[in-house]
């Protein structure tokens, strides 16, 4: 590569001047190469010793790793290592495999490796290896109810029994173990790489009455060292909540917060329970207002000092916002005595709501379902609302008028086309169980915060009493609208949701941009932080009514973009034994699918034969879903072979003969290197390798 001045032809007066790219500044070919991908990368260090010499530095590979991450793809790391651990030669070797994986499994899918750090440990122990995976001991004598990974070197197991436990990998043994002596179910549990310590909830029925149903959880973490001592766990706190409790999630543990879920039966709304410091004796408990449906799943989200609760119905999104600064006003003293249960103080609106539609496959007049209904026109646009406290925006807003651009048809515009409507409606098609997934993998601070979501749509055929699933997925960011989306909101999409909510009333005033609470309000500028330049509905006073805007675009974040493997299948579920004390209302089994998820990747087990063929073996199947885009024709979108690029390619995994399937008791999955992990029956835990 070259750069040559321009002359006169016939000009012999001015030299010729070549500038080789190998001679250009290393910052200059440092932002050349932010633009180059790994491949591109390989051929250049194939060029001459100068430019080999820049390529295998560390800076290349650092951006090279960070747009690895910015895609949600986890890197390869041993142990708790963390990236400023990693001297050059390691994060040249983690990039080049977590690329050679990401691209394997995205075009022709997993197949059986013998190079995974779950295989090649750094102590060179061989027990339990096969040429391909690798059996390690279940705690003996349990049954196994929960199984994770803890980087590839620990499993935490909690049983049937109550207890939980630290086994090595690598060596198939228990380093630690937590034995309550009775029943407890674990909720919850989230890694702290930086800290080296895993923090999970463990919950039991008190009291085992229906709508003043007391449980109580104990909070612990389990922590690990840099020397030889083995993890240890231990207590952090003990708390109680009354109400059926939805979920508990760990927020912060730097902070000590946590939150949960807890479903007011009486209103049918979701109560919000926090614990602001879980070393404190004090809680926050209020009714949020938000309507519980039955179609809905809930994740809860901490962002900037404010609890987010993100809700997704089958057509549109949801984030209600709560500064923690808001939460502490309500805080209640709590009591250790046994005859304590915490109480709601009061209904508390979010201080903020966003909204935002699903952007479904699109659709044309010609293959448009006969069965659309007004209510779907505007259901696939992207279309971002904010809206103020005690209005969360339920549901979709009808267009007016409106075509598939959620804008009035201008002249010479026949509004053929329509907008992209729901394939799988709710009903028929319910949630089973749906999967959020946070980045809990080492990172860096320039990789922003991603969420995903995969939902198992069920729908149950009463003639032949079995139920055929499809897969949903889709990654999502808080918030959900930046603040410079919201300015271009459209103004038919904003009436839609005021009219739904009934701002308007016959007369139109201008909407304040950006419009904070008042000094005099109960919340602060931060409070509404989220909504600078959006319509924001002040707390101070009533809402006000929206201008008519003729701002014609909308914006459309890719993660609202759903995916499908929408070929229905049948996954296979075990049936947990409900203990009478965790579940005292609830029927004696409950169906669990034997799916896992990680960012942009499902594995789960099958059967494969449908039901009218009297055949009951089974299979693993996996699926790679597209990585984070921010560009929509990238993702086919825009193109005639649309349809093809929004579908996952399910591929079937190669098992071990000595992998019985009907066996099966947990799955799970870690992408960062390429494993499956399997626990059966008989006590035995099977971890897959693939690349």
């Given at each position: ?273 926090a614990l602001l410091d879980w070393k404190k004796n004090e809680y926050v408990f209020v009714d949020t207002g938000v309507e519980c449906s039955l179609s809905s799943n809930w994740s809860c989200i901490l962002y900037k000092g404010q609890i987010v609760i993100h ?169 959900l609208v930046e603040p410079d989306e919201a300015e271009q909101i459209s103004a038919s999409a904003s009436r839609a949701v005021a009219a739904k909510h009934g701002f308007l009333n016959g007369t139109s005033h201008s909407m304040e941009n950006g419009c904070g ?116 024709d990238e993702m086919g979108y825009g193109g005639t072979e649309a349809a093809e690029s929004l579908e996952g390619i399910v591929r079937t995994l190669e098992v071990p003969d000595e992998l019985d399937l009907d066996t099966v008791e947990t799955i799970n999955i ?22």
């Open positions: 590569m070259s750069a040559v001045p321009s002359s006169e032809p016939g000009d012999t007066s001015q030299d010729m001047q070549v500038i080789s790219l190998a001679t250009l500044p290393y910052d200059l070919l440092l932002n050349i190469a932010r633009h180059l991908e790994l491949l591109d990368i390989y051929a250049l260090q194939l060029t001459c010793k100068s430019l080999h010499a820049f390529a295998v530095t560390r800076p290349v590979y650092r951006n090279l790793a960070t747009a690895l991450l910015r895609r949600c793809r986890a890197l390869p790391l041993h142990g708790f290592q963390r990236l400023s651990d990693l001297t050059d030669e390691q994060l040249i070797e983690a990039v080049n495999q977590a690329t050679r994986l990401e691209k394997a499994w995205l075009t022709r899918g997993p197949r059986p490796s013998t190079n995974s750090s779950y295989l090649n440990t750094p102590d060179g122990s061989q027990k339990g290896m096969r040429k391909w995976y690798k059996v390690i001991s279940a705690p003996p004598n349990e049954e196994v109810d929960w199984l994770s990974p803890i980087t590839s070197s620990y499993s935490l197991c909690a049983t049937k029994s109550g207890k939980v436990v630290c086994w090595d990998v690598h060596r198939d043994i228990c380093l630690a173990e937590w034995d309550p002596k009775e029943r407890w179910e674990l909720w919850k549990c989230r890694v702290e790489f930086d800290i080296r310590t895993v923090f999970f909830t463990m919950a039991k029925v008190l009291q085992r009455s229906y709508d003043d149903r007391v449980m109580e959880f104990v909070l612990m973490k389990l922590e690990f060292f840099d020397d030889d001592r083995e993890p240890q766990f231990s207590e952090l706190a003990v708390f109680k909540t009354i109400g059926v409790v939805m979920n508990v999630f760990l927020l912060d543990p730097s902070s000590r917060l946590l939150s949960a879920f807890v479903w007011v039966s009486s209103s049918n709304t979701i109560g919000l329970y809700s997704e119905e089958s057509d549109v999104a949801h984030q209600y916002f709560y500064p923690i600064s808001v939460l502490q006003r309500h805080a209640r003293p709590s009591s250790p005595l046994s005859s304590f249960v915490p109480s709601i103080s009061e209904r508390l609106p979010p201080i903020t709501t966003m909204t935002a539609n699903f952007i479904f496959p699109p659709q044309t007049r010609g293959n448009t379902p006969a069965s659309v209904s007004e209510a779907d026109v505007d259901g696939g646009n992207g279309h971002a609302l904010v809206v103020g406290p005690g209005h969360p925006a339920h549901g979709n807003g009808v267009v007016p008028n409106g075509n598939a651009n959620g804008h009035a048809p201008e002249d010479g515009d026949d509004g053929g086309s329509v907008a992209d409507s729901n394939p799988f409606p709710y009903p028929p098609w319910y949630p089973e169980s749906a999967h959020f997934v946070r980045q809990w993998w080492p990172t860096l601070a320039s990789v922003p915060r991603l969420s995903c979501t995969v939902v198992l749509l069920a729908d149950h055929e009463p003639d032949t009493h079995r139920t055929r699933y499809v897969l949903a997925q889709h990654y999502f960011k808080v918030p609470a008042s000094p005099t309000s109960s919340a602060s500028s931060h409070d509404t932080e989220l909504a600078t330049d959006g319509d924001v509905v002040d707390l101070a006073r009533p809402p006000p009514q929206p201008e008519q805007r003729s701002r014609r675009g909308t914006p459309e974040s890719s993660m609202m973009r759903l995916w499908y493997v929408s070929e229905p299948f049948e996954v296979v579920c075990v049936l947990d034994g409900m203990d009478d004390d965790l579940d005292p209302d609830g029927s004696p089994e409950r169906p669990r699918p034997l799916m896992a998820v990680d960012f942009g990747h499902a594995v789960w087990i099958e059967f494969a034969f449908p039901p009218e063929l009297d055949r009951d073996e089974k299979r693993l199947r996996f699926v790679t879903f597209p990585p984070v885009t921010n560009d929509r870690d992408q960062s290197q390429g494993a499956i992990i399997i626990s059966v029956r008989d006590g035995k835990i099977f971890i897959l390798c693939y690349e």
